[in-house]
């Protein structure tokens, strides 16, 4: 029989791995900034020393980081490994340089041959504390394979090491046979692209001790998070959830659910550019996040559609702040997951739609809308402000409306349109010396508490032209690098 456990090195995964119930063993690490020197030595060094150990203990074992998401079991993979014992080491590679070694996963048979190996890795990054890892772990499998060959050693490792170890180059008595995963069963790149016989997926950044929000986020834009479970009997998952816990929200529009189109002008001469403005892009999210957090729905991210294409919410707005005001929310891609489906073939079980016209302006109705399920079918209805009532007073009834109507209320999607909220209306109201109102103070707590990450670009006004879902990495998470609005 075989068993499972975790290596922590910082206190907070301890105990979440402890909450859960998952066998975990607490290892010692430096503390400080994500970056720091000491951190990264003994991050890698953690990798070596638990290796090391397992194979001192002639255990055999496969190892993989937490940023490893599995789409199917790799047991069999694991079986067939451990069977053939043609290799000592089995390591995953690069999907876009399959013969570039990742370390991110690897398999261990337990021999003199691997518990040198590990010894020597332990060495040279202790005499070259700040050489990478992954190049320590790859220098010696080179040095290995040279050994192995009967070839004749003539340098020294020099290149990409910092500094040179002192003992250079090692000596290996015992050199391990290696062979690779195939990159399509584990895929490992900045943005993986799995396929049918995919094992796992490994999202990788420049600084992976400083973009873990953004490695997951990318993981769960690409459907292979696990996301948590609940505890106790309530289903209040990520992603299976029911009753009270499973309320959504989500932005509406005239073309599709859920999209930011910043190309397209509505018909209403006050949303002339709703959607092509900054100003208008950021009261609009504000919105939506405001009434998120009034009605206690988890808020789906849109995607933010330019000229170049979709774009990740997340590559703009800075959800930490949106973590710090409470309000929970999920990717983009969120309601394409089954996993989050009320059934195998039911994604929701019932949606409403609200939405709000503009005010005060000529030849232009005045209204708000909504349609919500009725006995089996589904009800519209419109109501008309009366003559006199002001921007603030409509959005006050606008928002009461989601939580005084029962079946809007009760609906487990809501989609809101929220078309009132373009550059003229934000203008108007933050010049107007009348008192706020309950839903307008709301909206502005929100929006002067969110940060963003403009594009560096000036020709791009909201999204970076070259961000799009396609070419989206963790690196590009706007997660705790964002500034305020002014």
Not at 344 to 372: H, V
Not at 384 to 396: K, N, P, R, T, V
Not at 440 to 467: G, S
């Amino acid at each position: 029989g075989g068993s499972f456990f975790i290596v922590a090195i910082d206190q907070e995964t301890v105990e979440l791995a402890c909450t859960y119930l998952y066998p975990v063993v607490a290892w010692s690490s430096a503390k400080g900034d994500a970056q720091s020197t000491a951190l990264k030595h003994d991050v890698a060094n953690t990798k070596f020393e638990v290796s090391l150990y397992l194979t001192s203990l002639n255990i055999d074992f496969f190892f993989y980081e937490m940023d490893v998401w599995f789409l199917q079991s790799p047991i069999d993979t694991i079986v067939e490994f451990h069977s053939n014992r043609t290799n000592d080491i089995l390591i995953s590679s690069h999907q876009s340089s399959p013969m570039t070694i990742n370390i991110g996963v690897y398999s261990v048979l337990a021999n003199e041959r691997t518990k040198e190996f590990f010894e020597l890795c332990i060495l040279m990054a202790s005499e070259s504390p700040n050489t990478h890892d992954q190049w320590i772990f790859d220098q010696l499998l080179l040095l290995a394979s040279n050994l192995r060959r009967g070839y004749e050693l003539r340098g020294k490792f020099e290149h990409k090491w910092d500094p040179p170890p002192k003992t250079n180059p090692p000596k290996m008595k015992y050199p391990p046979n290696h062979g690779l995963y195939k990159s399509y069963e584990i895929v490992a790149g900045p943005r993986p692209l799995p396929t049918t016989s995919t094992l796992a997926i490994h999202t990788l950044c420049g600084k992976p001790l400083s973009t873990p929000w953004g490695k997951k986020m990318l993981a769960k834009e690409l459907g292979s998070w696990y996301g948590f479970k609940s505890q106790g009997n309530e289903a209040a998952g990520y992603y299976v959830r029911s009753g009270r816990h499973r309320r959504y929200i989500m932005l509406d529009g005239f073309d599709s659910p859920n999209v930011y189109n910043t190309m397209q002008s509505y018909d209403f001469g006050l949303e002339l550019d709703l959607f092509t403005d900054l100003t208008s892009f950021r009261w609009t999210i504000a919105t939506i996040l405001a009434l998120a957090r009034r009605t206690s729905r988890i808020f789906i991210m849109p995607s933010v559609l330019s000229i170049s294409g979709a774009h990740y919410l997340w590559s703009v707005l800075d959800f930490q702040e949106v973590n710090r005001m409470g309000i929970s929310y999920r990717e983009t891609n969120f309601m394409h997951n089954r996993k989050s489906w009320l059934s195998e073939d039911i994604p929701i079980s019932s949606a409403a739609r609200t939405a709000l016209a503009p005010i005060d302006e000529a030849g232009k109705e005045s209204s708000m809308y909504a349609q919500f399920p009725s006995e089996g079918s589904s009800e519209i209805k419109a109501w008309e402000f009366q003559e006199g009532i002001s921007d603030g007073e409509a959005l006050d009834i606008f928002f009461a409306m989601h939580t005084a109507y029962p079946q809007i209320h009760d609906a487990e999607l809501l989609l809101v349109n929220p078309h009132f909220s373009g550059a003229p209306y934000f203008s108007k109201f933050t010049a107007s010396k009348t008192p706020q109102t309950v839903s307008q103070r709301e909206i502005m707590d929100v929006l002067q508490r969110l940060k963003w990450c403009p594009p560096t670009n000036r020709k791009d006004t909201i999204v970076a032209r070259e961000d799009t879902v396609g070419r989206s990495t963790a690196d590009m998470a706007c997660y705790g690098q964002g500034k305020s609005f002014k």
